[in-house]
């Protein structure tokens, strides 16, 4: 009954510090009586676990029980992260459990019974050869075939076994045009770029550029369909991508999604280009991203990160539509795109 009270407690608990006494007695509806439930509560206490708020006092019951109480979280831990120590055992080795460790508790009550469920499948069928449609492995794993595209890719990304799964990809395929003068190269360099004007706008110059791609980013869509990027350019080489879209929020937090999926460097010379160009006002509805802002600025000189972080803060963006056909074509010719692959080398080696 014990360790079923703490797994309530961290569920219940997982964004507070304080719980008071009725709180408490509503994670324990099937008590019998007073007595059974303090002493679960005494011995939380004793633990360490739970501590009396002494502003709030404790009841006139026997035992008595203080009225409030503060949660001790790296107490109420210890349960838990002995609880994956248990599991690390008993699932496939492959099953990576580490990042559970910086997760809450819930998370990794809602994941059990599928990491259960694929180390079944591991321990009966061992890993696939083939790659499959998503929905056919998610039956074959979970029993339910859209259990990936619900969420179960993220689960997949945890324990770090998303290729070992051979799994075609949920999201849209990737659009994007080659430059056939650039297929034989080693170093393939990919632009993209967030909007269809952009794409349209540059797309005719593109064999005359060092760039084997530019990739249509499709707004919210790049970090999910960039997923297909090497089953839809097998090609060899080093490949290095490049991405340009919105100074503003949005477009800021596209990149940071998409970087975290794929090492992106931004575009620097279309975006100092925007920063030339009058701002505009009217986008007061997007969600900031602070996270986001301060990656992104990291890679403009101190000058150019301050001007970005002021532009942002005052409500205004610059769209990629402040640069016409003609500056962005003679900006993709004539920048110095070798300069910003020793930039990406750098970040890919840290």
């Known amino acids: 009954m014990e360790k079923e009270f703490e797994k309530a407690l961290l569920q219940f608990t ?34 360490g676990v739970l501590d009396m708020v002494k502003s709030h006092g404790r009841n006139n019951h026997n035992p008595s029980l203080a009225y ?8 109420l831990n210890r349960m838990y992260y002995q609880e994956l120590q248990t599991y690390r055992l008993k699932l496939h080795q492959a099953i990576n459990l580490d990042i559970y460790f910086n997760l809450d508790y819930t998370t990794w009550s809602n994941d059990l019974p599928y990491l259960k469920a694929i180390d079944s499948y591991i321990k009966t069928y061992g890993f696939p050869v083939e790659k499959v449609p998503a929905p056919e492995r998610s039956f074959e794993l979970v029993g339910d075939e859209k259990w ?33 003068t650039r297929i034989s190269t080693y170093d393939h360099f990919h632009l993209i770029v967030e909007n ?19 990739i249509y ?6 970090p999910k369909s960039i997923e297909n990027f090497y089953d839809q350019f097998p090609v060899d080489g080093h490949h290095m991508f490049f991405y340009f879209g919105d100074i503003d929020h ?13 090492l992106t460097v931004p575009a620097i010379p279309f975006y100092k280009a925007c920063l030339l160009k009058d ?13 986001a802002v301060e990656t992104f ?28 056909t003609k500056e962005l074509q003679q900006i993709w010719l004539e920048a110095d795109w070798e300069h910003l692959k020793n930039i990406y080398e750098f970040t890919r080696e840290d």
């Open 14 to 47: 997982k964004n507070r510090s304080t719980i008071s006494i009725d709180e408490l007695e509503q994670l324990l509806p099937n008590l019998n009586c007073y007595e059974e439930f303090a002493i679960l509560i005494l011995n939380l206490e004793s633990a």
């Open 68 to 75: 409030k109480y503060r949660i001790h979280r790296h107490a």
């Open 148 to 180: 990936i595209e619900q969420g179960g890719s993220d689960l997949l990304q945890r324990i770090q076994l998303v290729d070992e799964m051979k799994i075609f990809p949920v999201s849209d395929p990737l659009m994007f045009a080659v430059n056939p």
């Open 196 to 214: 269809k004007t952009t794409y349209q706008a540059m797309l005719p110059v593109i064999n005359k550029t060092i760039f084997s791609t530019l």
């Open 217 to 222: 980013g499709s707004g919210n869509k790049i």
């Open 250 to 262: 949005s477009g800021i937090s596209i990149w940071y999604s998409l970087n975290e999926r794929q």
């Open 279 to 291: 701002k505009a006002y009217g986008k007061t509805n997007q969600r900031k991203d602070k996270a």
């Open 297 to 324: 600025c990291e890679f403009f000189q101190p000058a150019t990160s301050n001007r970005i972080k002021a532009l942002l803060n005052e409500g205004a963006y610059l769209p990629q539509e402040v640069l016409k």
